[in-house]
């Protein structure tokens, strides 16, 4: 069965660093996510992302944050300079449409270790 | 502002028995309810879900019912076994748009 994919899977890096967690998604899907789950939290929505572009973001994506699709493949989240508090699972997810009844997929996550 | 909810941070149950998780909302523009299941270290794994215009759905061991009226929705799961123990999180959304409203899950142990 297809499956998103992340990688690394555990990433830490220095306060105030630039951070790039990648994503594989589901290669027919055009839908694709990221939310996070600080430590003990719910999981959050982080941003949405069609037709290379942003569809929808949360207040937690502020300017320090950005994604892309670099190629036909990836889809990477960004976070110009960590704090401590980004530390957290950092999932990315895909689905076929958003305007059809269907679930989305999740990756296992990228744990993000600010110090 | 919590849109959807899970009261119950955990749930245990013996092998066999039924198990019920509930799930509350608030949000009257959600028409789309899903339910995640999720290891340690691994991602969200989708379950089952619903529509809003029906009230069950079932798959196998796991049947969801939603009431619409109340704003509830539950996840039955009969029998449950050892392997089921897991976190158990119930999202919503809107069809229009493409995020999911998560809970805070609900922590179910399988004792065997």
């Known amino acids: 069965e297809p499956e998103v994919t992340q990688t690394p899977s555990h990433q830490v890096t220095q306060m105030g660093q630039e951070v790039i967690l990648r994503c594989v998604p589901i290669s027919n899907h055009l839908y694709f996510y990221w939310y996070r789950q600080i430590l003990g939290q719910k999981v959050e929505f982080l941003v949405s992302f069609y037709n290379n572009e942003i569809s929808e973001k949360s207040e937690i994506f502020d300017d320090q944050f950005s994604v892309e699709r670099p190629d036909g493949s990836n889809f990477t989240l960004k976070i110009r300079s960590t704090k401590l508090e980004d530390s957290a699972m950092y999932f990315c997810?895909?689905?076929?449409?958003?305007?059809?009844?269907?679930?989305?997929?999740f990756g296992d996550g990228t744990r993000l270790s600010i110090l | 502002d919590q849109q959807v909810k899970q009261n119950s941070p955990s749930l245990s149950v013996q092998e066999g028995r039924i198990s019920i998780l509930n799930c509350d909302y608030t949000?009257?523009?959600?028409?789309?309810f899903l339910w995640y299941k999720k290891y340690p270290a691994e991602g969200p794994t989708f379950l089952i879900s619903i529509s809003s215009i029906k009230d069950k759905n079932e798959d196998g061991r796991f049947t969801v019912f939603l009431n619409k009226s109340a704003k509830h929705l539950s996840l039955h799961i009969v029998p449950s076994q050892p392997g089921d123990s897991a976190v158990y999180f119930c999202?919503?959304?809107?069809?229009?748009?493409?995020?999911?409203?998560f809970g805070d899950g609900t922590t179910l142990t399988v004792k065997p």
């Open positions: 949000n009257s523009m959600f028409d789309y």
């Open positions: 999202a919503a959304k809107n069809t229009n748009a493409g995020k999911s409203t």
């Open positions: 997810a895909s689905s076929e449409s958003p305007r059809v009844l269907q679930p989305q997929h």
